[in-house]
């Protein structure tokens, strides 16, 4: 199965932007890029997904680099409850979505 | 308000004792799901569920079950829990399967098996 790999921890400065990294390696050509976030113990909670392009929504911005090896989550301006953990998920489509560790972002005044 | 609702938010309960966790969504999702997370293994797959009276295993099925009867409920069943089971589950849906089609996650379900 599709893996992703993420740093487990970032810090990032209120109101600059957050660059949250995640490689994906063995990406199938035809799987999608999911980005979720955990606040505390709360439900995950869907940010953003793409495929091949660039994406953007009210919350943030995806890279994925040509290859589709690697991608960015891009928080523009982070808050402080932008504090969570972030997981960057690869879609199987055998019906298993498989969670990697994530990275946990604090952001700090 | 379209959501996914678990039930109950805390469960303390014995080894053995048979119990279920209800998982409810109101926005009419075909592909339903639990997950399971500790610490240090993140969040693992337990069963999904992609549409009425078909189920399969996730990652670790052992010692769980599920039914989907109705398209809305997808209980979490647990025949005779262990310690081992302690863990914060969580339940999701999304429209389908489809690799466009974001989970929606319930706030969980954190249950301890003494």
């Known amino acids: 199965d599709a893996k992703t790999t993420q740093p487990p921890s970032m810090d990032c400065a209120e109101g600059r932007a957050a660059n949250l990294p995640c490689n994906h390696s063995t990406i199938s050509g035809n799987e999608y890029v999911y980005w979720y976030r955990q606040i505390h113990s709360q439900g995950p909670q869907y940010i953003i997904h793409?495929?091949?392009n660039n994406e953007t929504n009210e919350m943030a911005s995806l890279i994925i680099t040509e290859d589709r090896k690697s991608s960015t989550l891009i928080l523009p301006h982070a808050t402080l409850r932008d504090t969570a953990v972030y997981y960057c998920i690869l879609y199987n489509q055998g019906g298993k979505l498989i969670f990697g560790q994530g990275t946990e972002l604090s952001v700090k005044p | 308000e379209a959501q996914v609702t678990q039930n109950p938010r805390y469960l303390i309960t014995v080894t053995g004792k048979k119990l279920t966790v209800t998982c409810s969504q109101n926005?009419?999702?075909?592909?339903m799901s639990w997950y399971r997370q500790d610490p240090g293994l993140g969040l693992r797959q337990i069963y999904y569920?992609?549409?009425?009276?078909?189920?399969d295993k996730g990652d670790v099925p052992e010692g769980y079950k599920v039914s989907r009867k109705e398209k809305r409920n997808f209980p979490l069943i647990l025949e005779s829990p262990s310690p081992n089971q302690t863990s914060l589950y969580f339940c999701?849906?999304?429209?389908?399967?489809?690799?466009?089609?974001?989970?929606?996650f319930g706030n969980g379900t954190r249950l301890t098996v003494t």
């Open positions: 926005m009419n999702h075909e592909y």
């Open positions: 793409g495929l091949k």
């Open positions: 569920s992609m549409n009425v009276e078909v189920t």
């Open positions: 999701a849906s999304s429209l389908s399967k489809g690799r466009a089609s974001p989970l929606h």
